[in-house]
């Protein structure tokens, strides 16, 4: 049976999703021990194991909060070299990332970033990895070495909980984190609080681009979203200007979103930007230029201006609820 | 202060990279390339802390085919003070893990207290080499800074997070990595491109650096590419004009599909 292990993240000590989704896919690739290094750590065993670990290895440390990838990739690259696991997975997120690219250095391993397909048989393992912006799907592989390190972006896989949870076997890590390691501190932790429910999970995402005119009319998508409780989203040409923060880019340097329905107002349809809401099940586009490279993958495409027509929706639908 | 900027050229982000079906690598030959636009924040950043503070070296490293010479003369031209350009046949097809341990070994050289990168290429995106720059050197890692400040032998950051940003800071040598939202990159002058011809560029090869020609490039790479298929692309739906009934139209179709 191969042996897999998954790093299983913490943010704000709960497992994070992208480690669950990881863990269902794992399990039907072979044995599943997942690792959880920080603050929390030890509370998340029962949870691991309804989605298939059969094995937890805990390090309950507060030092894996303070500082950024070291410490992580310290007690990492021990285990992988002591356990010596046929594949190590990583989700992608902005500290899962950190960590992998120093583990690819010291273990000298080879990475596949954004798999999203994995079979292993044996000794070999292919990878499905879209490539170009998800125009051309490639399948790869990594040769050498014992263990093989992959990069699993959230949403890649559906996280499903075993109708029989297993009851994982919990092991305290022994490793001691080093004076060397404690170099990235964090001094401090900035939540920004957004309304309703999050950009991953909502069923309806608004998202909103350029063609809005001005960071002021993001409040028109904010009252939209307040109708149908959905989650607000943008391009990365907002962000980066600044109107609204980076944790609303949707995109291939942002969030991938599949939610039930994706608004995209003003947003011309950069591939880099379909890339992250392709996924979704229907897709209703708004922009004054009858051309966007939107209109290529909307179901239902509307030429019009969205200063008009997005008050106007939220108008109707506040009418129809009555 | 020695600062060093990680630039690489790659072909215009803005069109749509295609693959190679020979050789399975990005095609490169009759496209338009340009330094990484993503490339343009970080030699920004490092200009903005030479502006502040007296006596900063800024040399902007590059390992790729010899057309990366110009990214890294569009550097000098923005203000850089020198370039050191790895190029060589035995690098070509090389992977993450044998470019950061090139770029390292380069790196070293310059005896740096500031290695600047990008948080991730416009063209491979794996946003693996700096942190692997940062493991070869020892360096710890400040990553995905939408703010630097760089004084009192500290660099300190706002990084972004998944909800937001943190505070995080390191002492000297450090290796950054920046995004889009750090500022606003300059346009090199008609004087700073005139200059840059003059700019020294130092250019090595992989056995300058220690590395064997089977240790690096095609060889060396752990990545293997077994095969390739187009992705499925989805279909255009209905397009219709706004004749001033567009909300209910899409009211309608919400109502439809029961979001409403
Ligand atoms: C390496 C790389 C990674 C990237 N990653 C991402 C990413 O993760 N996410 C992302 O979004 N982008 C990303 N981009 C950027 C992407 O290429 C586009 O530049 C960006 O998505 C464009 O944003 P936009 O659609 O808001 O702006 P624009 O392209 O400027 O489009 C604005 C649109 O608004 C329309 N418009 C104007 N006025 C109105 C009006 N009144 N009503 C309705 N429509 C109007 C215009 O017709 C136009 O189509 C990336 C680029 C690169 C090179
Ligand atoms: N061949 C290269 N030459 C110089 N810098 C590079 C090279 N490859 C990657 N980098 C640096 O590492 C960053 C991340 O690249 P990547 O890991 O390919 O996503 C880039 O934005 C550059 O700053």
């Known amino acids: 049976m191969s042996k897999i292990m998954v790093f299983a993240q913490l943010n704000g000590g709960q497992v994070q999703k992208v480690a669950l989704e990881i863990i269902t896919k794992a399990r039907s690739l072979g044995d599943v021990t997942a690792v959880v290094l920080g603050q929390g750590a030890a509370g998340q065993a029962a949870l691991l194991g309804q989605y298939g670990a059969s094995r937890v290895l805990v390090h309950d440390d507060t030092a894996y909060d303070q500082f950024l990838s070291e410490p992580a990739a310290d007690t990492l690259g021990t285990l992988v070299e002591t356990e010596k696991p046929d594949l190590l997975i990583v989700g992608t997120t902005y500290d899962g990332r950190d960590i992998a690219a120093r583990l690819n250095a010291r273990l000298d391993c080879g990475v596949i970033t954004d798999a999203y397909e994995i079979s292993l048989e044996g000794d070999n393992l292919k990878v499905q990895v879209p490539w170009y912006s998800a125009t051309t799907i490639v399948d790869v592989t990594l040769q050498g070495g014992i263990t093989r390190l992959l990069l699993v972006k959230p949403k890649s896989f559906a996280a499903e909980p075993l109708e029989q949870p297993l009851q994982p076997q919990v092991e305290q890590i022994s490793a001691a984190i080093s004076d060397s390691a404690r170099r990235a501190q964090v001094t401090e932790n900035v939540v920004q609080k957004s309304e309703g429910p999050r950009l991953e999970e909502a069923s309806v995402v608004i998202s909103g681009g350029r063609g809005l005119k001005q960071a002021e009319n993001f409040s028109l998508l904010n009252e939209l979203a307040g109708q149908v409780n959905g989650a607000v989203g943008a391009s990365r040409a907002v962000v980066d200007a600044g109107w609204v923060p980076y944790s609303y880019q949707v995109g291939q340097t942002g969030k991938t979103v599949k939610p039930s329905v994706y608004i995209a107002c003003g947003i011309s349809g950069a591939i880099q930007h379909t890339v992250g809401m392709k996924g979704a099940k229907y897709i209703v586009a708004i922009n004054t230029d009858p051309d966007a490279p939107i209109f290529k993958f909307a179901d239902l495409g509307v030429v019009g201006d969205v200063l008009k027509i997005v008050p106007a929706l939220t108008q109707e639908i506040k009418q129809r609820k009555g | ?260």
């Open chain 2, 1 to 260: 202060m020695n600062i060093v900027v990680c630039v690489k050229q790659v072909p215009e982000p803005t069109g749509t990279n295609r693959l190679d079906p020979a050789s399975l690598r990005i095609m490169r030959e009759g496209v338009d390339s340009v330094l990484d636009p993503a490339d343009e924040y970080s030699i920004e950043a490092a200009l903005q802390i030479a502006e502040s503070q007296p006596d900063v070296n800024i040399t902007v490293v590059s390992m790729g085919p010899e057309r990366a010479m110009e990214a890294i003369r569009r550097g000098l031209a923005m203000g850089a003070t020198k370039g050191v350009l790895i190029s060589d046949p035995a690098l070509a097809g090389s992977d993450a893990l044998t470019t950061a341990k090139v770029l390292a070994a380069a790196i070293k050289r310059e005896n740096p207290d500031l290695v600047l990168c990008a948080t991730e290429s416009s063209d491979a995106y794996t946003g693996m080499v700096p942190g692997g720059i940062a493991q070869h050197l020892k360096m710890p890692l400040l990553s995905y800074a939408k703010k630097l400040q760089v004084s009192g032998g500290k660099a300190s950051i706002e990084r972004q997070t998944e909800s937001g940003f943190q505070k995080v800071e390191a002492s000297l040598p450090v290796v950054v990595t920046v995004t889009g939202s750090i500022n606003t990159p300059r346009y090199p002058a008609l004087k700073g491109i005139v200059q840059a011809k003059k700019k020294p560029v130092d250019q090595l090869t992989a056995a300058d650096l220690g590395f064997s020609p089977d240790q690096v490039g095609e060889k060396g790479a752990k990545e293997k590419v077994l095969g390739w298929s187009p992705a499925e692309q989805r279909k255009a739906g209905t397009v219709i004009k706004d004749d001033g009934t567009a909300a209910v139209q899409i009211a309608d179709f919400l109502a439809k599909l029961k979001v409403i």
